[in-house]
């Protein structure tokens, strides 16, 4: 905008320096809400993959592993011999 007082700050006549030209948005146009339902879909499948490794290497990894070669098992046989034997 121009001012009276012969302020050439904005340039030229005829030309406005301040009209900024939109940049591309990361967002690709969507939506807000749509942006929130993807972010929770995306955080909802990295949830149940992290669950399903985690319960893989919880439950079925040891079942298939030789049960009494862990070092759980030599603890929990030295705790009932200590609490036997006083």
């Known amino acids: 905008?121009?001012?009276?007082?012969?302020?050439?700050?904005?340039?030229?006549?005829?030309?406005?320096s301040s009209v900024v030209t939109p940049r591309p948005r990361l967002s690709g146009g969507l939506s807000a809400r749509a942006l929130q339902n993807l972010a929770?879909?995306?955080?909802?499948?990295?949830?149940?993959?992290?669950?399903?490794?985690?319960?893989?290497?919880?439950v079925v990894v040891p079942?298939?592993?030789?049960?009494?070669?862990?070092?759980?098992?030599?603890i929990y046989i030295g705790v009932r011999i200590a609490l036997e034997h006083g």
């Open 1 to 16: 905008m121009r001012s009276g007082v012969g302020n050439d700050a904005d340039g030229p006549p005829g030309r406005r």
């Open 40 to 58: 929770l879909a995306g955080l909802a499948w990295f949830l149940v993959i992290a669950i399903a490794l985690t319960g893989w290497f919880v």
């Open 63 to 74: 079942l298939r592993a030789d049960i009494l070669d862990n070092d759980l098992t030599l």
